[in-house]
T-cell receptor, first 115, second 112 residues
Framework: GAVVSQHPSWVICKSGTSVKIECRSL??????MFWYRQFPKQSLMLMAT?????????EQGVEKDKFLINHASLTLSTLTVTSAHPEDSSFYIC???????????FGQGTRLTVV | QKEVEQNSGPLSVPEGAIASLNCTYS??????FFWYRQYSGKSPELIMS????GDKEDGRFTAQLNKASQYVSLLIRDSQPSDSATYLC????????????FGGGTRVLVKP
């Protein structure tokens, strides 16, 4: 399958600081990227959908000013958690696909811990 | 009704047996369907994709799709302890702007 690389795989930050997570499609052009959050023993929760060159579409209840998503190129999307707090600690995962109905491939995920 | 529903399990299966997982979806206009496997603490990995009615086989995995009944299933033959994981059904929902929607997942435990 196609390769999606997510970086960093884990990060610890202080409360009040911002953290940027990168998601890259290495061998295909990702027209759409998805960002998910997953708490322990819970299912994936879609946070937002981003299409290259467009503003991200956020799910209900997700603060767009807190979770900044940029999809500036066909191979890179970033998620910035601004003014992070301990309740933002979670497993953040991106996925990417190159078409409307095609398979989506996941990055390795980023485990964020806010202390 | 949830857009994509799965039995949360756990589904306990003896080693070597067949594991059968089911998934139902509500959006009749959905066109593409996927099964992912997720090990604890890891991100999901794609196992199968299916787009038309019928069966699709890949190694020990068989996906079955019935659009009229709005269900998709996954069979795992000759189950191995390494198959123990959570299996996620995902549906590309046309009514939601082709958003990929996941079910809650079914946890499978394969016992030696």
């Amino acid at each position: 399958g196609a390769v999606v690389s997510q970086h960093p795989s884990w990060v610890i930050c202080k409360s009040g600081t911002s953290v940027k997570i990168e998601c890259r499609s290495l061998d295909f052009q990702a027209t759409t990227m998805f960002w998910y959050r997953q708490f322990p023993k819970q299912s994936l929760m879609l946070m937002a959908t981003s299409n290259e060159g467009s503003k991200a579409t956020y799910e209900q209840g997700v603060e767009k000013d807190k979770f900044l998503i940029n999809h500036a190129s066909l191979t890179l999307s970033t998620l910035t958690v601004t003014s992070a707090h301990p309740e933002d600690s979670s497993f953040y995962i991106c996925s990417a696909r190159d078409g409307v109905n095609t398979e989506a491939f996941f990055g390795q995920g980023t485990r964020l811990t806010v202390v | 009704q949830k857009e994509v529903e799965q039995n949360s399990g756990p589904l306990s299966v003896p080693e070597g047996a067949i594991a059968s997982l089911n998934c139902t979806y509500s959006d009749r206009g959905s066109q593409s369907f996927f099964w992912y496997r997720q090990y604890s603490g890891k991100s999901p990995e794609l196992i199968m994709s299916i787009y038309s009615n019928g069966d699709k086989e890949d190694g020990r995995f068989t996906a079955q799709l019935n659009k009229a009944s709005q269900y998709v299933s996954l069979l795992i033959r000759d189950s191995q302890p390494s198959d123990s994981a959570t299996y996620l059904c995902a549906v590309n929902r046309k009514a939601a702007g082709n958003k990929l929607t996941f079910g809650g997942g079914t946890r499978v435990l394969v016992k030696p």
